[in-house]
């Protein structure tokens, strides 16, 4: 008999106490069946994650994937992966899953998920194939599992991808029904890779955005066409939690004040709602200042502007926390180059 953490093969805070306060009086209107609630049907071809705000779904393993178990999570793939250059490692796979799912748990101040499958299909074609999923989706959570491709690395997987998902599910079956805004947010924010396209679009024109849009979930499909920029303001208003908060310490508490009010009212909240229970008074503009302070190190205005103007050149693009930017000398005829005096080297563009 093997132990029970073995791996098993098989063939197939005070701003919680103010968000309550101000979303007390809102009346609560009672869910039509008992909990749990059931899982809502999920379509790939539309939206890459589940509802929060659903219950979970058991896992669907398709018919002839091979499955291994191990520390709470199981890691299904198609075996025809095996047959590339590079050998899918399951057993390395399920640890990762395990380790990212247990940072996931820190950053959000909640108990670790208790099980999480992840499906690994054999390539991106038949993924999309298989699910239907428009061009650009390279991964969802559907409620019972997370579902990736296979590709060309070690890793036989995007990472960042992976993480922002794991989050999906972390959220939902610890959190439940949050803000669609923080939980695209929190996801992007941990799965890694910044929106900087999207950010610098939004810090150059400074147009007016109204964050009661977030709350209609499918402006977050990828279908939808700002998807994009709904995108960029939810992970720059996390940044903007950060940045507020002095740390990530900070991404919990509002986290526990999202839980504290699914649990008594059973409810989405609204977009707005828990935002301004929160943050009382700021709005767009005060998460674009404090977006530019976080990349820039100065608040949008005429200096920016200058920055704007000219080459910028960005180092830690992979990490929402580390990302960093400034304008930087012309090059020649190059609109790409790469700042080795930097530590880690910065990409440097004309146009970004």
């Known amino acids: 008999m093997g132990s029970a953490d073995a791996p098993v093969r098989q063939s197939v805070a005070p701003a919680t106490d103010r968000a309550q306060a101000a979303l007390a009086p809102v009346p609560v209107v009672p869910h039509k069946v008992a909990d749990p609630r059931p899982p809502a049907t999920f379509d790939a071809a539309v939206e890459h994650t589940a509802d929060p705000c659903t219950a979970l779904a058991e896992p669907m393993v398709p018919e002839g994937y091979e499955q291994l178990t191990t520390a709470g999570i199981t890691v299904a793939w198609n075996p025809t992966v095996q047959t590339d250059h590079v050998s899918f490692r399951p057993l390395s796979t399920a640890h990762l899953i395990a380790g990212v799912l247990e940072e996931a748990a820190q ?4 108990d670790r998920r208790a099980h999480l499958t992840v ?38 997987m995007n990472l960042s991808t992976l993480r922002h998902e794991i989050m999906h599910a972390q959220i939902h079956a610890t959190v439940g029904c949050v803000p669609r805004w923080l939980h695209e947010g929190l996801a992007t924010y941990f799965g890694g890779v910044p929106p900087v396209k999207e950010w610098f679009a939004m810090l150059r024109s400074g147009e007016p955005f109204d964050i009661a849009t977030l709350h209609d979930p499918t402006v977050f499909d990828p279908v939808h066409p700002g998807a994009a920029r709904m995108y960029g303001v939810a992970a720059a208003m996390v940044v903007y939690i950060v ?5 990530e310490h900070a991404l919990p508490v509002v986290v526990r004040a ?28 005060e998460v674009l200042d404090r977006l530019a302070e976080r990349i820039f190190g100065m608040p949008r205005g005429p200096r920016l502007e200058h920055v704007f103007r000219g080459p910028i050149c960005c180092m830690g693009r992979s990490n929402v926390s580390a990302l960093s930017c400034w304008t930087a000398q012309p090059l020649g005829s ?14 440097c563009r004309t146009h970004w």
């Open 107 to 110: 950053l959000t101040g909640t």
């Open 119 to 156: 499906i690994v299909d054999v390539s991106l074609e038949d993924f999309r194939a298989r699910m239907r999923v428009p061009a650009g989706v390279r991964g969802f959570y559907n409620g019972g599992e997370v579902r990736l491709p296979s590709g060309p690395s070690d890793l036989r």
């Open 243 to 247: 940045q507020e908060g002095g740390g």
């Open 258 to 285: 999202a839980k504290a009010v699914d649990q008594r009212g059973r409810r989405r909240i609204a977009s707005s709602q828990l935002w301004h229970a929160l943050y009382p008074g700021a709005g767009y503009r």
């Open 334 to 347: 190059e609109s790409t180059w790469r700042d080795e005096t930097s530590v880690p080297g910065a990409m």
